[in-house]
């Protein structure tokens, strides 16, 4: 499998969205400048390739500070690229502003993780969805606009809609905030959603049926949708497919199933076991490793090496390419070079995980 490919797709299928070594940093600003002195940037995203494809959840999992919601805004247009490409249907995209941009954001839509934040407080739900309708729909008459509010929150199970349209945001509930920041961005009718942690504030007892909610609306529209969380668990219950992303790059990715069930880098390892599991006899022997390093100055070579505990020497010189675990799955990682050295370590890696995913007895 190329590195363009996100894997567990049918043969022949085109990407909706695409990353195609994607890059972003950011200036980092404050101090005072001195004369020679290099300018220092954050290392957001490095060299990310990922594709969304119609009909299909790709969930994209890793710690905070790890890129995902940076690589989810750069799919949105909303920062510049430092390099690579977004591609729309094969075709590189730019539309930072103006009608280009109007024109991307209703094929790709973005959905928040505070759906407190992303409503105007002073505006009622009506006003809110009324400008959002009136953007995406500038034809229809004011009774045909009221009409597609209604069809909207009949979709998202908020019924009746008049119950809901005339309360400020305020007067409801986290859940139904993010069930109508969804339904704002039905409203453009998009190919691509983009869910930036969409069940992190919620409740646990509500996620499950936002989660729900979203599965049916991309199957319904078979529109693609990249799903932002730091919850591995939840990757294998609602995506097809997994990338996992550490330190701004893409480490391991393929179909849900085998990520989360064969996981094959140290590092996706590290995020099963640290999962709450009380069936799992190893939950309480996961160890510290430390933390995350600085995106200023990352490491050279593979940027886990410093917590792997099964790190080798070119780890810390070299990054390794992808290497196919099995058909669709692949881990930047050296465990999985075809030499003495690696095959070893890869034993010492297989006795590991097989400890801590030992059910309890």
């Known amino acids: 499998m190329s590195d363009e490919t996100t894997g567990g797709t049918a043969a022949g299928d085109e990407p909706v969205l695409q990353a195609v070594h994607v890059t972003k940093h950011f200036a980092v600003r404050g101090g005072l400048p001195r004369r020679g002195a290099t300018k220092k940037v954050v290392h957001a995203v490095e060299d990310v390739s990922l594709d969304l494809y119609a009909g299909?959840?790709?969930?994209?999992?890793?710690?905070?500070g790890s890129g995902k919601s940076t690589l989810a805004r750069l799919l949105a247009q909303l920062y510049p690229l430092?390099?690579?490409?977004?591609?729309?249907?094969?075709?590189?995209?730019?539309?930072?502003?103006?009608?280009?941009?109007r024109e991307h954001v209703r094929t790709v839509q973005l959905i928040l993780q505070d759906p407190f934040s992303s409503f105007n407080p002073v505006a009622s739900i009506a006003g809110t969805l009324r400008r959002a309708v009136a953007l995406h729909h500038p034809g229809k008459s004011a009774k045909e606009r009221a009409a597609v509010i209604d069809d909207l929150l009949t979709q998202i199970n908020l019924v009746p809609p008049r119950q809901f349209t005339e309360k400020?945001?305020?007067e409801l509930s986290g859940g139904q905030l993010?069930?109508?920041?969804?339904?704002?961005?039905?409203?453009?009718?998009?190919?691509?959603?983009?869910?930036?942690?969409?069940v992190s504030s919620l409740d646990v007892s509500i996620r499950l049926g936002i989660l729900n909610l979203l599965r049916h609306l991309t199957e319904d529209r078979n529109a693609a949708m990249l799903y932002v969380t730091h919850d591995i668990a939840s990757a294998r219950y609602f995506a097809a497919d997994t990338a996992v992303m550490y330190a701004g790059q893409v480490v391991e990715k393929g179909p849900s199933e085998a990520v989360t069930q064969q996981a094959a880098h140290p590092y996706t390892q590290l995020l099963i076991a640290s999962a709450p599991d009380p069936s799992r006899a190893g939950a309480d022997r996961v160890r510290d490793i430390g933390q995350p390093p600085s995106l200023i100055d990352p490491p050279s070579g593979c940027r886990f090496h410093p917590r792997c505990p099964f790190a080798m020497e070119r780890c810390a010189t070299d990054a390794p390419e992808p290497f196919e675990i099995s058909p669709g799955h692949t881990a930047r990682c050296w465990l999985y070079a075809d030499d003495p050295e690696a095959r070893a370590k890869r034993a010492d890696n297989a006795e590991a995980v097989a400890?801590?995913?030992?059910p309890a007895s």
């Open 178 to 198: 993010q069930r109508l920041s969804i339904a704002r961005a039905l409203a453009a009718d998009p190919e691509v959603f983009l869910a930036d942690e969409p």
């Open 56 to 64: 299909r959840i790709t969930a994209l999992v890793g710690e905070s």
């Open 168 to 170: 400020f945001p305020h």
């Open 82 to 101: 430092t390099g690579g490409e977004i591609r729309l249907h094969g075709k590189p995209v730019q539309a930072l502003r103006g009608k280009a941009f």
């Open 355 to 358: 400890g801590l995913t030992a």
